[in-house]
């Protein structure tokens, strides 16, 4: 099954947003298989944002991503990815529809709220950066037949 990772940055748990963001995803029908808050290291922000690495913007998303704790997440659902990715919203929440997560809880590009894997090759990168085997919980739930008939 199609995993994501999600990261609720700091200015959602500053902002106490968490729960709303959960619910989100929860009342989609999307399966939590691992959570954590954390404090993010400068070498985990590095590696996780590697891509960006020369951007003008790398060196301020470092500094924000590692200010104050986050809290990972990893959702498990058939196409879990693109549909976090439609919640979420576009990057800039200037282009974020109402509706979705940044369209309805952002206003700066830097400070957009949340993260979710862009793929299923950096869905497996990113869950293995944030979690240990051991913190990811597989289990069933008997409400699964009436969200994807599974
Ligand atoms: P994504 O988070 O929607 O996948 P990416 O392009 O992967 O967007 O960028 C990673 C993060 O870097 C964004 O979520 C945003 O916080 C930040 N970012 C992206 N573009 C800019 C920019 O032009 N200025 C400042 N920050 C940016
Ligand atoms: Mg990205």
Do not use: C
Not at 25 to 37: R, S
Not at 60 to 89: C, H, K, Q, W, Y
Not at 127 to 147: A, D, G, T, V
């Amino acid at each position: 099954m199609e995993k994501t990772l999600i990261l609720l940055k700091p200015d959602t748990i500053q902002r106490s947003l968490s729960g709303k963001i959960i619910s989100r995803f929860e009342n989609k029908g999307f399966k939590i298989i691992g959570m954590k808050l954390m404090k993010v290291s400068r070498t985990l922000a590095e590696t996780h944002y590697s891509e960006h690495k020369g951007k003008p913007f790398f060196e301020d998303l470092v500094s924000f991503i590692t200010s104050s704790p986050i809290i990972a997440i990893v959702l498990e659902s058939e196409n879990v990815i693109s549909i976090a990715r439609n919640m979420m919203g576009a990057t800039n929440p200037i282009d974020a529809l109402p509706g979705t997560i940044r369209g309805d809880f952002g206003i700066s590009v830097e400070y957009n709220i949340i993260h979710g894997s862009d793929s299923e090759t950096s869905a497996k990168r990113e869950i293995s950066l944030f979690f240990n085997k051991e913190e990811i919980i597989e289990h069933s739930k008997s409400i699964q037949k009436w969200i994807t008939g599974d």
